[in-house]
């Protein structure tokens, strides 16, 4: 990722604060499958951004690694971690993912909110553990038009065809699957 598109994201996280409701909370378009993460092992979620997300799988039980581009975002999510008294099961890291996913262990969970980025779809399913789940959100075309960061339709489902489709949509300019491999 290019130095200003760092510096941008920097520049918006350092304006934005979580409300209570997104502080914690598995993301809204996951809500209703919710009981289907586990409540042990390890996850990763991409671009994490404030680490709500990983916050609330820690407070389930999973040990979880986030990563993001933006050190102020990476800062808030450690401090959140902390608030929360789940620092000990959260670890952030500041990763460029346009080099790919970081290495390390298969994974019980990956969790990808509202960042698309299609040449790391296979490192996600091969980071997955057998019977791991994903859960991945993008912004998408359908029902919002074509866009720079949107996903033509049926990007997600042709990305993941190869692992178990527990649910997945497209509608009001989101797209999201969850399935497990």
Known sequence: ????DRLR????????????????????????????????????????????????LARRGLRVWGTDISSVAI??????????QVQDFCRFSVIDLDDGLPPGEPMNVIVCHRFRAPHLYPAMVERLAPGGLLAISVLSEVGAGPGTYRAPPGELIAAFAGLDLIDEGESDGIAWLMARR
């Open 1 to 4: 990722m290019s130095e200003s």
């Open 75 to 84: 800062g808030q999510a450690r401090n959140l971690a902390e608030r929360d």
């Open 9 to 56: 994201w920097d520049s918006s996280y350092a304006r934005r604060e979580l409300t209570p409701a997104e502080a914690v909370a598995v993301p809204t378009v996951f809500a209703d499958q919710a009981d289907e993460f586990p409540t042990a092992g390890r996850a990763l979620e991409v671009a994490c951004g404030q680490g709500g997300t990983s916050v609330w």
